[in-house]
Each structure stands twice: as C-alpha cells, then as structure tokens.
C-alpha cells in the first residue's frame, strides 16, 4: 500500500505560522521528489514547492522567503514550514510523489504519480 498522508492545516491569523507533514508509507520517499501542491474552488492545483531526491529545492514566487521545504529521511517525511501566512495561501494542501529521479523537482501537478488527499489551511483573522 502506498500512501502519502497530510497533516498540521488548520486555521491561522495573517502573519501566523503553520507547519505541514506529509507522511509516506509503502515506499521510500528520499527515492521520490515530493512537492507540495494547493488549490481552492474553481482553480487549478498549483505548486507551492518541491524537494528532489538529491535535496534540491524549488519555490513558487508567491511563498519563497516564507515557505520552507524540507525532508527527513528517518522519518519518511516531507515537511512544509509555512511562516507569514496571508489570506492568498488559503487553499487545501497536498503533497505528491514523482518517482522520476530528476535532479531538480518539477512544480506541475501533472509530473506526480501519487498524491495525499490534502490537508485545509485558512489564513483569516
């Protein structure tokens, strides 16, 4: 079985913080890039930020500076560290697994083969 769970959404003031896991199991995720993906109502999924199998690291515009992805390895686990969060970043969270070994990871939905079923963050006061 082969899964990626989501957790650490909820609801946050503007200027708050959260931080997302992604947990996997039937595979070893430090063999996958993982990236996090977010969507609301009557949009597209968009990338957020991605982690590669050799640890490189990519970011959408909207949340470099503010955002940070990270993986550790002994726990299966790809984190997202979401610092100053605004409104904009409301949306369900998901993390997808691409098993294509890239050096750099791909920020489009369509590249992931797997995906978690997605974790609510609402940012409002």
């Known amino acids: 079985q082969l899964q990626l769970v989501e957790s650490g959404g909820g609801l946050v003031q503007p200027g708050g913080s959260l931080r997302l896991s992604c947990a996997a199991s039937?595979?070893?995720?430090?063999?996958?890039?993982i990236g996090w993906f977010r969507q609301v109502p009557g949009k597209e999924r968009e990338g957020v930020s991605c982690i590669s199998f050799v640890s490189s690291t990519n970011y959408a515009d909207s949340v470099k500076g503010r955002f940070t992805i990270s993986r550790d390895n002994a726990k299966n686990t790809v984190y997202l560290q979401m610092n100053s969060l605004k409104p904009e970043d409301t949306a369900v969270y998901y993390c997808?697994?691409?098993?294509?070994?890239?050096?750099?990871?791909?920020?489009?939905?369509?590249?992931?083969?797997?995906w978690g079923q997605g974790t609510q963050v609402t940012v409002s006061s």
């Open positions: 039937g595979f070893s995720l430090d063999t996958y890039a």
């Open positions: 997808g697994a691409d098993r294509k070994l890239l050096g750099r990871c791909v920020l489009s939905a369509q590249a992931q083969d797997y």
